[in-house]
């Protein structure tokens, strides 16, 4: 079985939308695009390229054609991402000339994959697909990025319809501009309890 860990980039009040740039989605009159760009530094760009080692990839559409339309061209920066599997769950969407992409349509196909064998299966940005993702409880580890900013408006990495489900906490490191690396493993159902004696 592969794992499938999703990669977010983060707002402290969850904004995953468009970190890279101006003009990598502007929908809903969003207006903060790239407000990640301030927060790199040395240490940053180190835990990064750790986390862009080669493994196969799923993206949603939109995060598909942001990718492909870039990549292909700076792979120098992104060692073997021309080579890995580019997963993409699209219902409109069939082919692309980026080589390696594979179309997929329905939670079933992800499921499929999931049960296959291969690379543990990485996913970045793609925010409606994570939101599915959560729902059917098809994640296994969270890498998120948490950045010290607040964005009151923008799209969100998760949704009202995520599965209740419990995490561990398995590494962590703090940039020296701010950011959060932290790793979370699935660690099953919620637990509750009462605070105090």
Sequence with gaps: MRKIIVLEFITLNGVMQAPGGPEEDTSGGFKYGGWSAP????????????????????????TFEIFASYWPAHADYWPGINDVTKYVMSNTMKESDWENSVFLT??????????????????????????????????????LKIY??????????????????????????????????????RAGKVETGTIGP
């Excluded at 939670?107 to 729902?135: C, F, H, M, T, Y």
């Excluded at 009151?152 to 995520?162: L, M, N, P, Q, R």
């Design 106 to 143: 329905s939670v079933a196909d992800i499921e499929k994959l999931k049960n296959s064998a291969g690379s543990d299966i990485r996913v970045w940005g793609s925010g409606e697909l994570v939101q599915l993702l959560l729902k059917h409880d098809l994640v296994d580890e969270l890498w």
């Design 148 to 185: 010290p900013v607040l964005l009151g408006k923008g799209k969100k990495w998760y949704s009202d319809e995520t599965i209740p489900a419990a995490f561990k906490l398995t590494e962590s490191h703090i940039t020296p501009s701010g950011v959060i690396f932290a790793n979370y493993k």
């Design 39 to 62: 927060y790199g530094d040395e240490v940053f760009n180190k835990m990064l390229q750790k986390q862009m080692e080669p493994a196969d990839i799923l993206l949603g559409r939109k």
